[in-house]
């Protein structure tokens, strides 16, 4: 069943142009104007292809196409439409639009799978505006509460169930955990080792474990003439220790592992005053649940001993965690399989970086799907992906899906 490639890249374009920048990216923030506009095309496409779309309380929309054995749990793929201010013009779209061309090649072709296909767009996967990210996807695994969803406000103090009340997708389905017969996502990989080793598609068997922590320094704030430099309890000096002995931290424990000091504020923050409170946050990621452990405990040792050396006090604030989500080993091998059959160089690998997928495993077997972008760079207008790269992965996720469905 090949994919009709010129009609998938059509489909891309055009979603593209929903909320497009100039620098070539796309903006589209959750449940904003142009998060409506691409909500709408996506329904009008799934209408056009006959698909009986359900929209939930969350505002995730789901595109079904009946399957002989219509009572089976889905075969579910997708992603999701919104993006982070100034993003990718692939990023998420992709995923969704891939599963649809699988499913018009499925109709091109009058096939019918035993198990229904629905596909997915998922809410607020980004989360920028209403934090944290892949909400939709979340409450529908029952990890988040709706009603903390709901009341979540972004910058302005918009409400997030007014706001999608207000594009009009609220929707009536429950959004509550069922069962799923398998969850597919087609995604760029984000990163560059696809691009690097020049392999053209990734099987992605899990999605890496996450632990953000905030780091709170106190010393004491002085002059920066009179205070002799012994008597010093500089909040900074003992921050930025601790930050240089974190950036070592990843080597110690493994090649993949990754950690991170992304934001940092210091008090008064003046050039002739000795800084007395900084803060900053941690965040560090990888596969193994132990090596996440030790980096934990490899993090906390390191801001007591910068602390006592500079005399101050701390405090280590954990601010969200998730652990490392292994996908399914069958579908997975739907996926290599499909790689096979078209004749893909592919190779595993896991996600350092969240999707939906990691909830959407919580209710069935998943796995995800990896095409290589330019240079490895995402969540950017600069954010690019080879056409032939983006029709092998929608390929595969074709033939994957209709595996799943008929498994
Ligand atoms: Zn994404």
């Known amino acids: 069943m090949p994919i009709n490639p010129v009609r998938f890249r059509q489909s891309m374009e055009e979603m593209a142009r929903v909320g497009a920048t100039k620098g070539g990216g796309v903006n589209r923030l959750t449940l904003t104007d142009a998060d409506k506009e691409a909500r709408d095309l996506f329904a009008l496409w799934a209408g056009d292809a006959d698909l009986d779309l359900r929209i939930d309380e969350m505002g995730n929309m789901f595109a079904r196409r009946s399957g002989r054995e219509d009572d089976a749990p889905p075969a579910m793929a997708g992603s999701h439409l919104d993006s982070v201010p100034n993003g990718g013009r692939f990023d998420g779209s992709l995923g969704v639009l891939a599963a649809l061309e699988a499913v018009r090649t499925l109709n091109d072709e009058s096939i019918v799978t035993r198990r229904p296909i629905e596909i997915v767009n998922w809410t607020n996967e980004e989360g920028p505006r209403f934090p944290p990210s892949m909400v939709g996807s979340g409450v529908f695994a029952g990890a988040i509460p709706l009603e903390a969803a709901y009341e979540t406000r972004d910058s302005e103090g918009a409400r997030f169930l007014d706001e999608l009340e207000r594009i009009g997708y609220r929707g009536d389905a429950p959004c509550t955990p069922r069962p799923i017969g398998s969850y597919l996502e087609l995604h760029i990989e984000q990163g560059p080792v696809l691009v690097n080793e020049g392999v053209q598609v990734g099987i992605v068997e899990g999605i890496f474990g996450l632990t953000w922590l905030r780091v709170t320094m106190k010393g004491e704030r002085d002059h920066a003439g009179p205070t002799p430099m012994h008597l010093r309890r500089d909040a900074l000096v003992g921050a930025a220790r601790t930050i240089a002995a974190i950036r070592e931290i990843p080597e110690k424990l493994h090649p993949e592992f990754v950690a991170t000091v992304g934001e940092l504020s210091l008090s008064p923050g003046a050039i002739n005053v000795i800084p007395d409170e900084v803060t900053f946050s941690v ?100 954010e690019d992906m080879d056409w032939e790269d983006g029709c092998r992965g929608c390929d595969v996720l074709a033939r994957a899906l209709v595996k799943m469905a008929d498994s």
């Not at 601010?319 to 399914?328: E, I, K, M």
């Not at 350092?352 to 995800?368: I, Q, T, V, W």
């Open 283 to 382: 965040d560090f990621r990888h596969s193994e649940p132990e090596l996440m452990n030790e980096a934990r405990n490899l993090v906390e040792e390191a801001v007591h001993r910068e602390a006592e050396r500079e005399n101050l006090e701390v405090e280590i604030q954990d601010v969200g965690s998730s652990t490392p989500t292994a996908f399914d080993a069958g579908v997975a091998q739907a996926v290599r399989s499909a790689c096979e059959e078209s004749g893909y160089s592919h190779r595993s690998m896991w996600s350092a970086a969240g999707h939906d997928a990691r909830y959407a495993a919580d209710l069935g077997p998943a796995a995800m799907i990896f095409v290589p972008c330019v240079a490895g760079k995402s969540h950017s207008e600069e």
